[in-house]
Structures are given as C-alpha cells and as structure tokens.
C-alpha cells in the first residue's frame, strides 16, 4: 500500500484547510488511517484516526470540534477537514496507514509502517 498527502498550503488563523490521503495498491477499508503532525523542533504527534472499518473516529483534544476526519471510498481517500485553524496547527502533516494498531496503540507513530510524505500546513496570525 501507499499514501499520497495533499492540500496543505498557507492560511490565515481562523481560516480552513482539507488536507487528501489518497491509498494505492489496497483498499482502505482494511486500514487504520492516522493523521500526525510535526512542528519544526516538535516530536511528532497524533492528530485524528479513522479506523479500519470506518466506523471509529479518534482525535487530539487540541484538535477536537475544530478538524474532521472522514473517508470517501470510492477514492479510496482519506480526509482531514481543518477549520478554525491556529497558528500552533502550524505544522508538516503526515498521513500514516497500519492493518495492526488497536486503540491502545493507534496514537503512537511508532506502530505505523507505511506513511505518506509531508505536507506543510502554515498558520499565520
């Protein structure tokens, strides 16, 4: 399987964003897809999962009510809508797929083999 991550760009705070993680070479109905970030000088971190299924949403609480993620299968693409975005949601977005992690194990980057490349997502104040 691969992921292809799109649709960052430059925002204003407050503004809204869509970032695309569209899925090769399976469907992904049968991934847990996660969306992570990285600031610069920041560990990477969690940000939302739709898991395998597509049945269970999971998000960071400093993202919670604010970005949605969902899936259109017939693109076998994944979303992640971003509205009321800060300066601090300033960061490299990475989208991540894994057939293994559970709830217990699904925050962590560490679980997930197959990953998208970056895309920037600049929040200005």
């Known amino acids: 399987v691969q ?3 799109s649709g960052g760009g430059s925002v204003q705070a407050g503004g809204s964003l869509r970032l695309s993680c ?3 070479g399976r469907t992904l109905t049968g991934y847990t897809i996660t969306w992570f970030r ?3 000088g920041k560990e990477r971190e969690f ?3 739709l898991f395998r299924g597509g049945s269970s949403t999971f998000y960071a609480d400093p993202v919670k009510g604010r970005f949605t993620i969902s899936k259109e299968n017939a693109k076998n693409t994944v979303y992640l809508r971003m509205d009321t975005l800060k300066p601090e949601d300033t960061a490299v977005y990475y989208c991540a797929a894994s057939a293994c992690v ?17 895309t920037q997502v600049t929040v200005s104040s």
């Open 102 to 118: 559970i709830t217990s194990t699904h925050r962590s980057h560490l679980f997930y083999d197959v990953w998208g490349r970056g």
């Open 3 to 5: 992921l292809q991550a």
């Open 38 to 40: 990285q600031a610069l």
């Open 22 to 24: 569209e899925v090769s």
């Open 47 to 49: 940000v939302a999962s």
